[in-house]
């Protein structure tokens, strides 16, 4: 068995400005981002031939389609949550002169990110350190969300592709921030004819706009698929479980992710 524990690993983020090229936490302008587990792994087609050449094995073996995958489970943290969105694709508008700055991503028809700077869609560089150590993924992408209530407070599964592996030059001094996390109150989640579903939580203000720091998923017209509710233990609270779809608007964004952050993506 290996001799690292999973709790001394690290994953570094940085946004690309070139798609696909890598960047190592030695680069600055990254950010170690503090996760619940991640499984991104590099993931290889071969082709190994099956000539009939009077023996019955595989005469070569070729290198075919390669691409990187997996999942990266986190807490909902204003502190991140911009970069991986930069990283969707989404169309991007930023507002504020200073921190905290107001992020609204809605859903964009773009066909893939176009890297460089400014409201624009990014591939991103993760590393990940596993028992010491240093595995880089070029040219990553979040290809689509879940956002789940655990205890109380919001995570968000994300799933990742990527276009090669790479290996760290260095590995950097990873750096921590205080925690953000955002705690879920039912109270927000309201129906009325122009948004099916809106949740919102926010710190340092009663309001949105008062906010210093905020996080909201705004669905405008949604269509309810499950309904589930039933009982589970004595000592349980009865919940429920509901499962939809998001349905196209005219005129407006089906959804849009809010993020009211200190962070600055230039």
């Known amino acids: 068995m290996p001799a690292g524990l999973g709790g001394g690993g690290a994953v ?5 400005t070139v798609m696909g090229t890598y960047v190592d936490p030695s680069t600055a302008g990254g950010v170690w981002v503090p996760i619940i587990s991640e499984e991104l792994n590099y993931t290889e087609t071969k082709y190994y031939s099956p000539q009939i050449r009077q023996q019955t094995i595989v005469s070569d073996v070729q290198q075919s389609y390669y691409h990187v995958e ?17 990283a969707s ?8 002169a200073a921190a905290p700055f107001a992020y609204t991503f809605g859903p964009g028809s773009q066909g893939s990110a176009t890297g460089g700077s400014g409201l624009n869609a990014r591939t991103m560089s993760l590393t990940v350190i596993r028992n010491g150590i240093g595995f880089g993924y070029a040219g990553c ?9 655990d205890n109380g407070v919001l995570r968000a599964v994300m799933g990742i592709l990527g276009i090669s592996e790479a290996t760290p030059a260095a590995l950097g001094t990873p750096t921590w921030l205080q925690p953000s996390l955002f705690e879920t109150d039912y109270d927000n989640m ?5 948004r099916a579903i809106k949740f ?47 349905i196209g608007l005219v005129g407006a964004d089906a959804y849009t992710i809010e993020c009211k952050s200190p962070v600055a993506i230039t």
């Not at 997996?70 to 930069?86: A, H, K, Q, R, S």
Request: net charge positive; hydrophobic share 45%.
């Open 190 to 194: 309201k129906n009325n004819v122009t």
């Open 200 to 246: 919102e939580s926010v710190k340092g203000g009663a309001t949105w706009a008062l906010a210093t720091e905020g996080f909201r998923i705004i669905i405008r017209r949604s269509s309810f698929e499950t309904y589930v509710v039933g009982l589970a233990g004595m000592g349980d609270l009865i919940m429920a479980r509901v499962t939809g779809r998001n």
């Open 12 to 16: 570094y983020l940085a946004l690309e």
């Open 141 to 149: 992408v979040v290809n689509n969300w879940e956002f789940t209530v």
């Open 70 to 86: 997996g999942n990266i489970t986190m807490e909902v943290d204003v502190n991140y949550m911009p970069y991986f969105l930069y």
């Open 89 to 96: 694709r989404h169309l991007i508008n930023k507002t504020g």
